[in-house]
């Protein structure tokens, strides 16, 4: 871990290994953006690992025989109403498998004015629709678990944060833990960090409601009591039956095995190895928890750097820990973040260049087209519209590229300065060639005679 902090420049990070009903591991190591050290019970938001404790909660109704997973979402959240008759059909079981057929591609959830409550963030569905058929295909969607985190709340006549404290947080010991409505509710604590060209820098979170799918913040040491309930047959290290055997096994089978999502988590097979996993991420704070059901094995991290442009930190110190769990030697700490933003600082300082040296050749440029109708020279200079155009349309190019929720600008100044710095520059070059290459035509342009020796000249033949 020192060794990934050092090469990395990852500023700090928590883990919890556990065994079976048993924590083996338990620490922080690095710093938080005070400068304080970051121990087992410094905080951190774990983004979408939040997806599995609203599941937990809805199980926990079925095994009360308060919920069916087989019954339309309608029968509970009469609220629940998105266009076409596609959505009366839709289950609970769909929702937290996330094949409820709601997707960011008709309903851009970050895009969307956000809401202030759960009972918000279903009535504004009615302006959605589903993109496929409830059950036809799997799309990752927040909205979905915003909805299911309603569906405790009014199945069980209890706001949804009292609720986890009461029936999950309490019994598990998870004393540290809550779960926010937006990301701005995560204040009093030190702000987590974004990588700028390979440094951590301290950055405000982007507001975005996240209730039920991304909203739990926790402790290593809380994360260790979590995984152990997992491993544990849905008990609790002191023994407390928090869920039963039947419902988790529910919970962690997915129906497909591809993309193999089950209810908050995804059931993987890596190397031959079955593991349960989900990560989970805001831009300035990452989590990954893993279950290793064969050999009863836990793991969670928590970092204080977001998710931004090559693989989370999270993720690669996981995979390092699973290494030392199997009596192998871990390879060195990924570098990929940083070899992302020098390769978008040497295409940035490529286009300075290019766009440059285009300036400064624009009368030379001119000189040797300026014969040329209009129409062909704007046709050569249209190429250079490009840059602009993708900036306008960076956040949906983003979605697509990443093939991830929906991203807002705000997020994308968090996570994604070295990618918007080489597009500006980009722009900025583009429109300085264009100006002065027509700036230059102009000047070499005819023009036109007036007054008098204009009417002199046009003397059809010489007297």
């Not at 199980?59 to 109403?81: C, H, I, S, W």
């Not at 949906?396 to 994308?412: E, H, K, L, M, R």
Request: aromatic share 8%; with cysteine; net charge positive.
């Amino acid at each position: 871990m020192a060794a990934h902090l050092e090469s990395t420049g990852l500023p700090g990070a928590a883990i919890a290994i556990t065994h079976r009903g048993q924590v083996v591991y338990l620490r922080g190591y690095g710093h938080d953006s005070a400068g304080d050290r970051v121990t087992a019970n410094s905080l951190f938001p774990v983004g979408s690992v939040s997806k599995s404790f609203t599941a937990l909660a809805v199980m926990q109704l079925v095994d009360a025989g308060r919920l069916e997973l087989d019954t339309p979402v309608q029968r509970y959240l009469p609220d629940f109403a998105p266009r076409g008759s596609r959505s009366a059909s839709i289950t609970v079981r769909q929702l937290l498998n996330q094949t409820s057929g709601l997707s960011d591609r008709t309903f851009s959830d970050a895009r969307e004015p956000q809401p202030a409550s759960l009972q918000e963030s279903v009535t504004r569905l009615r302006s959605a629709a589903p993109a496929t058929a409830p059950g036809a295909k799997w799309n990752y969607h927040n909205p979905n678990y915003h909805i299911a985190a309603r569906l405790v709340e009014v199945v069980a006549q209890t706001p949804f944060a009292d609720y986890l404290k009461r029936h999950v947080f309490g019994p598990l010991n998870m004393a540290s833990t809550v779960t926010l409505n937006n990301t701005r509710d995560f204040h009093g604590v030190p702000k987590g960090h974004a990588y700028v060209y390979g440094r951590a820098v301290a950055r405000s979170e982007p507001a975005q409601f996240v209730n039920g799918s991304h909203g739990v913040v926790s402790t290593a040491h809380d994360m260790a009591q979590w995984l152990i309930l997992h491993n544990n047959l849905g008990k609790s290290m002191n023994g407390a039956q928090v869920v039963s055997p039947q419902a988790l096994d529910v919970l962690h089978t997915a129906p497909n095995p591809e993309p193999g999502y089950a209810m908050g988590w995804f059931a993987e097979t890596d190397d031959g190895r079955n593991e349960l996993a989900h990560d989970g991420a805001w831009f300035t704070f990452t989590a990954d928890q893993t279950l290793l059901p064969e050999t009863g094995y836990g793991i969670a991290v928590l970092a204080n750097v977001g998710i931004g442009l090559g693989i989370s930190d999270t993720s690669v110190i996981t995979q390092g820990l699973i290494t030392l769990i199997e009596g192998e030697t871990p390879q060195p700490g990924s570098k990929s973040t940083l070899v992302v933003h020098l390769v978008l600082a040497g295409l940035t300082l490529l286009t300075i260049a290019a766009g440059a040296w285009g300036a400064l050749r624009s009368r030379l440029w001119a000189q040797r087209r300026s014969g040329r109708p209009i129409w062909r020279l704007g046709l050569r200079l249209l190429p250079y519209g490009i840059p602009l155009v993708v900036l306008w349309w960076l956040p949906p190019i983003v979605d697509a590229v990443f093939n991830g929720p929906a991203i807002t600008w705000s997020q994308i100044m968090v996570g994604g300065i070295p990618l918007v710095v080489w597009i500006v520059s980009g722009v900025v070059m583009s429109v300085a060639v264009v100006g002065l290459r027509c700036i230059a035509l102009l000047r070499l342009r005819p023009v036109p005679l007036t007054g008098r020796s204009q009417s002199t000249s046009s003397e059809p033949f010489p007297t």
